[in-house]
């Protein structure tokens, strides 16, 4: 493959992956992983209205501060990217599309540094070409590829500082060991789960050049690079502790339950829902590709791309061990895996490409190409049901609570957590809801809190299963506004938006005030969203 050819190729790999990543990238923050969303979009409106840049501030704790929202300080994530929004908004305004658009680059930019890893492990550029296409198809990169969430800038910088790293293991020249680790750093900022990748690198270290005298003594002369090169990560992680209001550090230690995942009950709980997320985020067919590339690499494990693929698979040992209690309930912990995914899938593809029973170029291609249209149904099915995932009526219901309620008003959410994105349009602070009567009258006291949203199914049952809460807003409390989803003949109430003054029982919905509100584009049709308001 002509320089030329392989550079048109890329091209055209970025572009598809363009195309996939763009979806209704200024739609609201009302999809799946909206809280994500609304945390990071959020945090960034926070900094350009208020300042205060170190400090993560969200919209949903509403309860912690008379005059502001709470701050987001569970464990210490340097906002890099809400920084990065934040630029963005100063330059065109505040948009949703400019913190998507933020995420598409990075993706995008992935895509060519999966061809250029796999080379430098392996020297063939179609097998390079392969793990470049998948890492453009697959679901997970795609979706997460365009969500505003630290996850694809992280593996950006982590994929630069892989392909550095391995330019460096050829003759320990400082200037790639520099970008390496400031692109090491740089991930770990964004998200410093991905620091496990440190793992795979350890596995195609040159051990054998270490007997060189030379070699270790320019390894030794290396050592204040690497320090400072590093510094900012350690920097960010020693001050945390002080910069922190919330008293963040590092590591959230009450969620890490290391041996977790060596027990049955683990598995047994929570088996369907990591399974799920997998053929979800990579669909079966490539999952399969992918096993069948690490059987193949155990062959010819003293290679550098067979070591480099034995240790993404085995760095899910320590990183599961680490994060049990996320892996099971967030898909997009499985991001550090796609660089694995699609360089063992390619791998296989390669391997077939090669057999003897492919006797010519063009029948090779033909092969190729059948396999990888016999994945498209289930990679077009998996990529639309992360996109089809709309929490509907939640910027209906923000718009809503914007128009009704005062600047300085609050609201309570009755809902599941991605119930948070509708504060988004909101443009107001809120809380979910407290698990005690006193604690509810706290807010409405001390919080200027004057409005509940209740969403869907999940949102009535919080709201009922304290009695003491339930009977007391049924008597303090009136609808102003119900959502309505209407699906061909079908209609489903999905929100009800309550104002405290006046009762459950003398506010009544106006038939004649049913609007048309939003008409949502899904890959099965339309759906028409009303609202009714209340007389």
Same mark, same amino acid.
């Given at each position: 493959?002509?320089?030329?050819?392989?550079k048109?190729?890329?091209?055209? +790999?970025i #572009?598809?992956g363009?195309? #996939?990543?763009v979806?209704?990238?200024d739609?609201p *923050?009302?999809g799946y992983?909206n809280?994500k969303?609304?945390?990071?979009?959020?945090?960034? =409106?926070?900094?350009?209205? %208020?300042?205060?840049y170190? %400090? =993560? =501030?969200v919209?949903?704790?509403?309860?912690d501060?008379?005059?502001?929202?709470?701050?987001f300080?569970?464990?210490?994530?340097?906002?890099?990217?809400p920084w +990065?929004?934040? !630029?963005?908004w100063?330059?065109?305004? $505040?948009?949703?599309?400019?913190?998507?658009?933020?995420?598409?680059l990075?993706s995008?930019?992935?895509?060519p540094?999966t061809y250029?890893?796999?080379?430098e492990?392996t020297?063939?550029?179609?097998l390079s070409m392969?793990?470049?296409f998948?890492?453009?198809i697959m679901?997970l990169a795609v979706?997460?590829?365009r969500n505003? @969430?630290?996850?694809?800038p992280a593996?950006f910088?982590?994929?630069?500082?892989?392909?550095?790293?391995?330019?460096?293991?050829?003759?320990f020249?400082?200037?790639?060991?520099?970008?390496?680790?400031?692109s090491?750093?740089?991930?770990a900022?964004f998200?410093?789960?991905?620091?496990?990748?440190?793992i795979?690198? +350890?596995f195609?270290?040159?051990?054998e050049?270490?007997?060189?005298? &030379?070699?270790r003594? /320019?390894?030794?002369? @290396?050592?204040?690079l690497?320090?400072?090169?590093l510094?900012? +990560?350690?920097?960010?992680?020693l001050i945390?502790k002080?910069?922190?209001?919330?008293g963040?550090?590092?590591?959230?230690?009450?969620?890490v339950?290391p041996?977790e995942?060596?027990s049955?009950a683990?598995w047994n709980?929570?088996y369907? !829902?990591?399974s799920?997320?997998l053929?979800?985020?990579?669909t079966?067919?490539y999952?399969?590709?992918?096993?069948?590339?690490?059987?193949?690499? #155990?062959?010819e $494990?003293?290679?550098p791309?067979?070591?480099?693929?034995?240790?993404?698979?085995?760095?899910?040992?320590?990183?599961?061990?680490?994060?049990? &209690?996320?892996?099971?309930q967030?898909?997009y912990?499985q991001m550090p895996?796609?660089l694995?995914?699609?360089?063992?899938?390619?791998?296989t593809l390669?391997?077939?490409s090669?057999?003897?029973?492919?006797?010519?170029?063009s $029948? /090779?291609?033909?092969?190729?190409?059948?396999? $990888?249209?016999l994945?498209? *149904?289930?990679?077009?099915?998996?990529?639309?049901?992360h996109?089809d =995932?709309?929490?509907f009526?939640?910027?209906?219901a923000g718009?809503?609570?914007?128009e009704?309620?005062?600047?300085?008003d609050?609201?309570y959410?009755a809902?599941h957590?991605q119930?948070?994105g509708?504060l988004?349009?909101a &443009?107001?602070?809120?809380?979910?809801?407290?698990?005690?009567?006193?604690?509810?009258r706290?807010g409405?006291?001390?919080?200027?809190?004057?409005?509940?949203?209740?969403?869907?199914?999940?949102?009535?049952?919080?709201l009922r299963?304290n009695p003491?809460?339930?009977?007391y807003?049924?008597?303090?409390y009136s609808? /102003?506004?119900?959502g309505?989803?209407?699906?061909?003949?079908t209609e489903k109430q999905?929100y009800?938006?309550?104002?405290?003054?006046?009762?459950?029982n003398t506010?009544k919905?106006?038939?004649?005030?049913l609007?048309?509100?939003?008409k949502?584009?899904?890959?099965?049709g339309?759906?028409?969203?009303?609202s009714?308001r209340?007389?």
């Amino acid at each position: 493959m002509s320089p030329g050819k392989e550079k048109w190729l890329l091209l055209v +790999l970025i #572009l598809i992956g363009l195309s #996939l990543r763009v979806h209704n990238l200024d739609f609201p *923050p009302v999809g799946y992983h909206n809280m994500k969303e609304t945390e990071y979009l959020s945090e960034a =409106r926070e900094f350009y209205f %208020h300042g205060d840049y170190l %400090h =993560r =501030r969200v919209a949903w704790f509403g309860m912690d501060s008379p005059d502001s929202p709470g701050y987001f300080e569970e464990y210490s994530q340097l906002p890099v990217l809400p920084w +990065l929004i934040l !630029a963005g908004w100063k330059v065109l305004g $505040i948009h949703v599309w400019i913190g998507r658009l933020i995420i598409v680059l990075f993706s995008l930019g992935i895509i060519p540094l999966t061809y250029y890893i796999c080379y430098e492990l392996t020297g063939k550029k179609e097998l390079s070409m392969y793990a470049a296409f998948l890492m453009t198809i697959m679901p997970l990169a795609v979706f997460f590829g365009r969500n505003i @969430q630290p996850e694809s800038p992280a593996l950006f910088f982590i994929a630069l500082s892989i392909y550095y790293y391995l330019k460096w293991t050829g003759d320990f020249a400082s200037k790639y060991l520099a970008v390496s680790l400031i692109s090491l750093s740089m991930g770990a900022l964004f998200k410093y789960t991905f620091m496990i990748f440190a793992i795979p690198l +350890l596995f195609v270290f040159p051990f054998e050049k270490l007997r060189n005298k &030379d070699h270790r003594k /320019k390894l030794v002369g @290396q050592i204040p690079l690497i320090v400072t090169c590093l510094s900012p +990560l350690f920097l960010w992680a020693l001050i945390s502790k002080i910069t922190n209001v919330g008293g963040g550090t590092l590591f959230t230690y009450e969620r890490v339950h290391p041996f977790e995942i060596f027990s049955a009950a683990y598995w047994n709980n929570y088996y369907g !829902a990591i399974s799920g997320f997998l053929v979800s985020n990579f669909t079966m067919f490539y999952l399969g590709l992918a096993f069948i590339g690490l059987l193949l690499c #155990l062959r010819e $494990i003293k290679k550098p791309f067979s070591r480099f693929c034995a240790g993404c698979a085995l760095m899910a040992v320590p990183y599961s061990m680490i994060l049990s &209690d996320y892996i099971r309930q967030h898909s997009y912990y499985q991001m550090p895996f796609l660089l694995l995914i699609s360089l063992a899938g390619a791998y296989t593809l390669y391997q077939i490409s090669e057999t003897k029973i492919v006797s010519s170029k063009s $029948i /090779k291609y033909l092969v190729i190409i059948g396999l $990888i249209l016999l994945s498209v *149904p289930a990679v077009k099915e998996s990529i639309d049901q992360h996109y089809d =995932r709309i929490f509907f009526g939640l910027d209906v219901a923000g718009d809503s609570i914007n128009e009704l309620s005062n600047k300085d008003d609050r609201v309570y959410i009755a809902g599941h957590a991605q119930t948070a994105g509708m504060l988004w349009n909101a &443009d107001r602070y809120g809380a979910f809801l407290p698990d005690t009567l006193e604690s509810f009258r706290a807010g409405e006291d001390e919080r200027h809190i004057k409005w509940i949203f209740v969403y869907d199914e999940s949102g009535v049952f919080n709201l009922r299963k304290n009695p003491e809460i339930w009977e007391y807003v049924a008597n303090n409390y009136s609808v /102003k506004e119900m959502g309505i989803l209407k699906t061909g003949d079908t209609e489903k109430q999905m929100y009800t938006i309550m104002e405290k003054g006046g009762s459950i029982n003398t506010s009544k919905p106006n038939p004649e005030s049913l609007t048309l509100r939003k008409k949502y584009e899904t890959s099965s049709g339309e759906m028409e969203f009303y609202s009714l308001r209340a007389e």
